[in-house]
C-alpha cells in the first residue's frame, strides 16, 4: 500500500479491528451452534456462556469500529482527492480506481449489517435467559463475511489506487449528465422526493407510534419501510438536495456535501440516515426473535429503538431541508430549476 496517509491507516485499522472482533465472534458462535444447549448445568456449559458474554462485547465494539470504518472511508478518499490531479471531492478517488465504488458500497452495507447486530446483542443483554444464543450465533456467522469482503476490498482499492493519474471528477462526470438531461431529470427528481417524503415521514410516524406501544408486526413493517426509505432518501438527497446546497441545479454529488464549503452538511445529514435505519432495523429484527417470556422486555428495548430511529429519520428531515430553505431566502422565492 503507498498511501500512508494518516486517515488511510485509521482506516485500515479500524477495518482490521471491526474484522477481527467480528471474525472472533463468530467462531465463538460455531462453537455455540454446535454445542450450546441451555437445559444442560455442565461446567463447559458455563465456559460457553461466559464465552457467549464476551462474544457480545467484540460484536458491540466491532460494530463501531466498523461504523467508524465507513465514516473514514469518507474521509480518506476526500483527503486523498487534494493529491490526485482532477479530483475534486472523494468521488474523484473513489472513481480513479475500478474497485473504489465497490469498496464504497461494501462498506456502507458491512456498517448497516454490523448496527443491526449490534441491536440484538444489545437486546439480548437485557434478556436473563440464554434463549437467543443460538439465533445471534447465525447472524453473527452472516455478518462477519461482509466485514472480511470490506477490509478485502479496501485494501485491493487502496494498494490500486493510483496519484499520479488524472481523475475524472463529479464535475465532469455528473455535471455532464445532469446539463444534458436537464428536462428529462426533472420528472425523476420530483418522484424521488415525493417517494422520499412519503417513506420518511411513514418512517417518523411508525416509528413513534411504536415507540408508545410496541407491536411485533407493526416493528417489521416499520423497518421494511425503512429498507425503502433509506435509498429512496439517498436519491432525494443527490437529485434535489445536493443541487439547492451547491446552488447549482445540475451538480448531483453527494460527496461534495462533506465539503466545508457546504458546512460539512453531508455528515450529520448521512450520518442520521445511518443510525436511524440501523436502530429501526434493529427493533425489526429483535420483533423476530420474540417469545413469550421476553415479550415485556422487549417491550422496553423496542420502544427505545424507535425513539432514537424517530429522532434520527426527523434529523435527517431538517437537514434536508435547510438547503432548501436557504435558497428560497436567498433567492426570494426564485425557482433553482429551469
Not at 311 to 328: E, G, L
Request: charged fraction near 15%.
Amino acid at each position: 500500500m503507498q498511501h500512508l496517509e494518516p486517515w488511510v491507516v485509521l482506516r485500515v485499522i479500524a477495518g482490521l479491528v471491526a474484522t477481527a472482533l467480528l471474525v472472533r465472534a463468530s467462531f465463538t458462535a460455531l462453537t455455540v451452534i454446535r454445542k450450546f444447549d441451555v437445559m444442560r448445568a455442565t461446567e463447559g456449559q458455563l465456559a460457553l456462556e461466559r464465552r457467549v458474554e464476551l462474544a457480545a462485547t467484540f460484536v458491540r465494539v466491532g460494530a463501531v469500529a466498523q461504523v467508524v470504518a465507513l465514516l473514514l472511508s469518507a474521509l480518506a478518499a476526500d483527503k486523498l482527492s487534494r493529491g490526485i490531479r482532477g479530483a475534486m471531492c472523494a468521488y474523484g478517488t473513489f472513481s480513479s480506481s475500478p474497485w473504489g465504488f465497490r469498496a464504497l458500497f461494501v462498506s456502507v452495507l458491512a456498517a448497516l449489517a454490523a448496527g443491526t447486530l449490534a441491536q440484538l446483542f444489545a437486546f439480548d443483554a437485557r434478556v436473563r435467559s440464554m434463549d437467543l444464543a443460538r439465533p445471534l450465533a447465525w447472524a453473527t456467522i452472516a455478518v462477519a463475511p461482509l466485514a472480511v469482503a470490506d477490509l478485502a476490498l479496501q485494501v485491493v482499492f487502496l494498494s490500486d489506487l493510483d496519484l499520479s493519474v488524472v481523475a475524472s471528477c463529479c464535475s465532469v462526470q455528473l455535471d455532464a449528465v445532469g446539463s444534458a438531461r436537464a428536462v428529462t431529470t426533472s420528472g425523476p427528481r420530483a418522484l424521488s422526493v415525493i417517494l422520499a417524503s412519503i417513506a420518511g415521514a411513514s418512517c417518523i410516524a411508525l416509528a413513534i407510534l411504536c415507540a408508545r406501544r410496541p407491536r411485533r408486526a407493526l416493528a417489521v413493517i416499520t423497518g421494511a419501510i425503512a429498507c425503502v426509505a433509506l435509498p429512496l432518501g439517498m436519491a432525494a438527497v443527490i437529485l434535489q438536495v445536493a443541487p439547492y446546497a451547491f446552488e447549482v441545479p445540475q451538480h448531483h454529488c453527494p460527496f461534495c456535501l462533506l465539503r466545508g464549503d457546504v458546512a460539512y452538511v453531508g455528515y450529520p445529514l448521512f450520518g442520521a440516515m445511518l443510525l436511524g435505519a440501523i436502530w429501526l432495523f434493529g427493533a425489526a429484527c429483535s420483533a423476530m426473535f420474540v417469545r413469550a417470556n421476553v415479550k415485556d422486555t422487549w417491550a422496553g428495548f423496542a420502544s427505545s429503538r424507535f425513539k432514537r430511529g424517530a429522532i434520527a429519520w426527523a434529523i435527517c428531515a431538517a437537514m434536508c431541508f435547510v438547503p432548501i430553505a436557504r435558497w428560497a431566502i436567498v433567492s426570494n422565492g426564485a425557482s433553482l430549476f429551469p
